[in-house]
């Protein structure tokens, strides 16, 4: 029979010792507990079972009691049945037969959120366990506990309040990965974005030097981090919106024709190139009884119509003369190229920097660098705020301030609701998304110059001193934020004391 001293049962958080009793049990009575975290490697070594048979077990295990009169083990379970092999040769080999140490938790019966979370605390101090039991045991013992129990379990393993769901979601890595996630430093969070962009080609590469870019500022920040899963998410996107179109041609019956080969020729040609027997000239609806009606896909996935056969199909060339390629050719499909990369990092880049405005505006107090700066623009009144107040759009503004639904909700009863101390983080917010709806597309009309422009590669002196003024406050916040590389590139010849000609 056991014997025993017991305290009381208190709140979550406190040390087993302080609220068990401590008994002295038969090692056949002890089992696994079905909230122990650790599901794998849960077998003793040999050089486990050697120690046990010779000093016993030195470290008491920690037991819940369950209802057939056993005690479940969710600390120690390896040791528990170290000392049953031990004591089941015993006779035979002349050794004591001994009882195992243990920490009894009546307080845990019925707790099984808590029982695993503390099972995870345990296993996460001692070597070799798994990146997946870690994950698995994270996401069960976070949804089943009280909210006072998730509160205190987040701080103690340092996760935020979406863990339980990011870490289910993170589980879906294979071992490989998860090994070299945890490896590389990647917290919950970021090991679970992994998961959103992992079909994104390179994209563990590339998410992993941008983190060790944040590590080596030796700041706490994730900037670099931020901006990669921004260009990842349009990434993806992107592939997403020409799987989609791919999706939409197919379920038309329409043949979607690939690159040729090298050196392979290429029969077809798009309708714009032909006309009809008779010299009318072909368009996507006069041409899609033609066997050879088929497409291909531009650079924004839309489809541009071609036939895959002209000649076979009675068609004739416009009599348009053909250019030979030249080296002017090659430079402007570069350029194109350059310039599809370019928008698409421009507008990616919004996100990172809206969620910085974002914290900067929800924040007790706006730092002093964006209240003059705000306080600057709005006595000055330049020209892009003008026409920001007039369109009276203000859905970016609300999102600012804090609406849980920006179309709806109006910004100024939103900041209506906000302690009058906050009257910065209010000014601040409206600069900042008159800023915002002058940078988000990439291209823009220059009255100036009475042409268009591209952002990324003609700032004005507003936009150009807004981003100066993000990245200060990213710095100053242990970069928490930082440019993507696209903004960095726009704003580097307008720095102080760059040359004009880089």
């Not at 406190?14 to 849960?42: C, G, K, M, Y």
């Not at 030097?209 to 920040?221: I, P, Q, V």
């Not at 009884?289 to 000649?311: F, I, M």
Request: glycine letters at 6%.
């Amino acid at each position: 029979m056991a014997t025993s001293t017991s305290a009381p049962p208190t709140a979550p958080g406190v040390h087993d010792e302080d609220v068990s009793q401590i008994d002295f049990l038969d090692p056949a009575q002890v089992v696994r507990d079905e909230q122990n975290a650790r599901e794998h490697d849960t077998e003793p070594d040999e050089e486990l079972i050697n120690s046990v048979k010779e000093i016993g077990v030195e470290d008491p295990i920690s037991v819940r009691p369950r209802t057939d009169g056993s005690y479940g083990a969710y600390k120690g379970w390896r040791r528990a049945q170290a000392a049953q092999i031990a004591n089941s040769t015993a006779a035979t080999e002349g050794r004591p037969v001994r009882k195992i140490k243990a920490y009894v938790r009546q307080d845990l019966v019925g707790r099984d959120g808590w029982t695993r979370f503390l099972s995870l605390i345990e296993n996460r101090q001692r070597a070799d366990m798994s990146d997946r039991d870690a994950l698995r045991a994270q996401e069960l013992s976070l949804i089943d506990m009280s909210d006072v129990e998730r509160r205190t379990a987040t701080r103690a393993l340092g996760v935020g309040a979406n863990a339980a769901k990011q870490a289910k979601t993170a589980q879906k890595l294979n071992d490989a990965t998860l090994r070299r996630a945890a490896a590389g430093g990647m917290d919950l969070e970021q090991t679970a974005q992994l998961v959103e962009v992992a079909g994104v080609r390179g994209a563990e590469d590339r998410l992993m030097r941008a983190l060790e870019r944040d590590h080596n500022e030796g700041k706490s920040g994730r900037g670099h981090w931020d901006q990669e899963m921004a260009l990842l998410r349009a990434e993806q996107a992107d592939a997403e919106t020409r799987v989609k179109a791919i999706e939409q041609l197919k379920a038309a019956g329409i043949p979607l024709l690939s690159a040729p080969q090298y050196g392979e020729k290429d029969p077809s040609r798009p309708l714009a190139e032909l006309t009809t027997g008779l010299g009318n000239l072909l368009t996507e609806d006069n041409h899609k009884n033609c066997p050879g009606h088929s497409a291909r896909l531009d650079e924004e996935h839309q489809p541009v119509w071609h036939c895959n056969d002209p000649s076979v199909y009675g068609h004739k060339a416009r009599p348009k003369p053909k250019k030979p390629k030249t080296e002017a050719d090659e430079q402007k499909a570069e350029e194109r190229a350059r310039t599809v990369a370019c928008n698409r990092a421009w507008k990616a880049a919004a996100e990172p920097r809206l969620e910085f405005v974002k914290r900067l505006v929800r924040g007790k107090a706006v730092p002093d660098e964006a209240r003059l700066f705000a306080q600057r623009v709005l006595l000055e009144l330049p020209r892009f705020y003008g026409k920001w107040a007039d369109r009276r759009r203000t859905e970016t503004l609300a999102l600012l301030l804090g609406a849980t639904d920006p179309e709806r909700e109006s910004a100024a009863d939103v900041a209506a609701h906000l302690p009058k101390g906050r009257l910065a983080n209010v000014l601040f917010a409206q600069v900042a998304a008159a800023f915002e709806d002058d940078i988000r597309a990439p291209k823009k009309f220059d009255t100036a110059r009475m042409e268009s422009v591209f952002l990324w590669e003609s700032p004005d002196a507003h936009q150009v001193s807004y981003l100066l003024l993000l990245e200060s406050l990213g710095q100053a916040d242990n970069g928490s934020y930082q440019l993507s590389e696209v903004e960095f590139q726009a704003i580097a010849p307008h720095r102080p004391g760059a040359d004009a000609d880089t």
